[in-house]
């Protein structure tokens, strides 16, 4: 029936097929949730060559919807549009949220990586992204933690007015904007930082490592705050995906590691670290590091044992000097690998 109401409203089968099928699983959704009335809270559409012309060379692109064609013109900048010139496109995705239409535009596009010569591997958390490359350690504070705080407000207010808050306008568009908030914080840093860590890569002819994910939802069990820690997992993946997407364009290789253990071994010798806090100390040769950095350094072996075979063991990095692994050192001072 519903699928009928499409095609009287000018909507092309496969059009309304694709709608129908949304709408489906947002209400099976619901349901699974013990939700109210489903909401569709975004409309979109996704058009082929059928339904869609993009015409880059013009810088826009023409779309039919009910039986009407509309042109969009496209807002990136000239040199940008010119790097899909020649490509050829697959799907056109158009939103229409806030009053406002977004396009985006679905190339095939050949993936070749270049030969690395070395690796950036990243040990993420809320607060800091902790880089090593074989050299030294690189850390970078996030803007996660500013989000989370506007996605708990939002939270505190939804249990302060655990009724209100739906049927209050006033509240109900307070907690709007602070989970649209929340999501675009983390979203445009995000993409922010992918840039400039995949121009980093694609200078140096590095590969970038990065954490799977997978191994990082089963802790979901033992943490105490799921609201947090369900927003932690929104933005791994959000940082993961733009880092991904990016190194994508760019031909810059990326290597999924499995995080296990990461931080439980020392990095230089093997054995297993000790913890005050969140400072791990080896017995055995004295390696002092906080838990993030030997994240990124493990990590970084992983990579290398995976493709080398030797642990410790690069092309060009020279051994760790003795100074280094003093208690007193800085943990944010360059790092250099013992070669074994």
Same mark, same amino acid.
């Given at each position: *029936? ?9 909507? #092309?089968? !496969? ?14 959704? $619901? ?5 109210g ?6 409309? +979109?559409a %996704? /058009? ?6 993009? @015409? ?8 039919? /919807? %009910?039986?009407?064609?509309?042109t969009?013109? /496209?807002r ?10 020649g490509?050829r496109?697959?799907?056109? !995705?158009?939103k ?15 993936? &070749?990586?270049? *030969? ?21 350690? #690189?850390?970078?504070? $996030? ?12 939270? @505190? ?8 808050? #739906? ?9 709007? &904007? =602070? ?10 840093? +995000? ?10 890569? /694609?200078? !140096? ?12 939802? @089963? ?10 820690? @369900?927003?932690?997992?929104f ?8 880092i ?20 439980? $071994?020392?990095?230089i ?7 005050? !806090?969140? =400072? ?30 030797? %642990? ?5 990095a ?6 280094n ?5 800085k943990t944010?001072e360059? *790092? ?5």
């Amino acid at each position: *029936m519903f699928y009928q109401v499409l095609r009287n409203y000018g909507f #092309r089968a !496969h059009v309304a097929r694709n709608i129908y099928d949304y709408a489906l699983a947002l209400v099976k959704a $619901t349901k699974k949730n013990n939700g109210g009335n489903p909401i569709l809270r975004k409309l +979109s559409a %996704r /058009l082929d060559y059928q339904d869609a012309k993009v @015409e880059l060379d013009k810088g826009v692109v023409r779309v039919i /919807l %009910r039986s009407q064609w509309y042109t969009l013109r /496209l807002r990136h900048r000239r040199d940008y549009v010119e790097r899909f010139r020649g490509l050829r496109w697959k799907e056109v !995705h158009i939103k229409y949220e806030n009053g406002k239409l977004f396009v985006s535009i679905i190339f095939e596009f050949k993936y &070749e990586p270049f *030969m690395p010569r070395g690796i950036i591997a990243l040990d993420v958390n809320l607060k800091m992204i902790v880089a090593y490359d074989g050299y030294e350690v #690189r850390r970078r504070k $996030t803007r996660f933690t500013d989000a989370l705080s506007k996605k708990k407000r939002a939270e @505190e207010l939804q249990k302060k007015y655990p009724r209100r808050w #739906r049927y209050s306008k006033r509240i109900l568009n307070r907690v709007k &904007e =602070l989970h649209r908030k929340a999501r675009n914080i983390v979203t445009d840093w +995000s993409w922010k930082f992918a840039k400039q860590l995949v121009m980093k890569a /694609l200078k !140096h002819r590095y590969a970038i490592a990065l954490e799977d994910l997978n191994g990082l939802k @089963e802790r979901a069990s033992n943490v105490n705050d799921i609201v947090a820690w @369900e927003f932690t997992m929104f933005a791994y993946r959000k940082l993961q995906h733009a880092i991904i997407a990016k190194a994508i364009e760019y031909g810059v290789p990326v290597i999924i590691m499995n995080p296990k253990n990461t931080s439980r $071994t020392c990095p230089i010798c093997g054995h297993k670290l000790t913890y005050i !806090h969140r =400072l791990a100390t080896c017995e055995k040769c004295g390696f002092i590091a906080d838990r993030d950095t030997v994240g990124a350094m493990n990590i970084w072996l992983r990579v290398l044992q995976a493709y080398a075979g030797t %642990r410790g063991l690069s092309l060009s990095a020279p051994p760790m000097k003795d100074e280094n692994r003093r208690r007193g050192r800085k943990t944010n001072e360059g *790092m250099k690998i013992q070669q074994t």
